[in-house]
């Protein structure tokens, strides 16, 4: 019961924004199998306000999905975030946090555009975490 407690209950409203979100995993439940893992095919694409009721795929996992199928879904997914997986995982824990709470909230947060810079800066700044760690322990003597 307190000003924040106030605005945590606040923030768990369901705006139609927020109701979007969950409604665009409904087109999942119209693809066959074969859709599941090559991609939904042009008339499913064209239909997507008459499924959800909305016009746009905004959550980019689903709209990958929808539109490249599962097997290349995963192949991207890897691709964006190896880089940033290897560098985390070789390094201290609060890398390996970072790193989780990233995927989580490119998850949670539809906007893809939002999140390519900050994959970018991400990973610049895990190289330059992993290269400092690397010429301190040079001077060091560590290897």
């Given amino acids: 019961m307190t000003p ?3 605005r945590i209950l606040n923030k768990l409203h369901v705006d139609s924004s927020a109701q979007a979100r969950f409604d665009v995993f409904i087109i999942l439940d119209q693809l066959s199998f074969s859709e599941w893992l090559l991609g939904a095919p042009a008339s499913i694409m064209q239909n997507i306000e ?14 990958w ?3 490249f199928g599962l097997i290349s879904t995963v192949l991207l997914l ?3 975030f190896s880089t940033a997986g290897k560098l985390a995982l070789n390094g ?7 790193l989780f ?6 998850v949670t947060n539809n906007a893809l555009a939002t999140k390519t810079p900050v994959l970018l800066f991400f990973i610049s ?3 330059l975490v992993y290269s400092t760690k690397a010429t301190d322990d040079e001077k060091v003597g560590v290897k």
Avoid: D
């Fill in 4 to 6: 924040i407690g106030a």
């Fill in 50 to 63: 008459f499924y959800i009721g909305i016009n746009t795929i905004e959550n980019y996992i689903v709209g």
């Fill in 65 to 67: 999905i929808v539109s």
């Fill in 78 to 80: 890897i691709a964006c």
């Fill in 92 to 98: 201290p824990a609060q890398l390996k946090v970072a």
């Fill in 101 to 106: 709470v990233l995927l989580g909230a490119s």
């Fill in 125 to 127: 700044c895990l190289y």
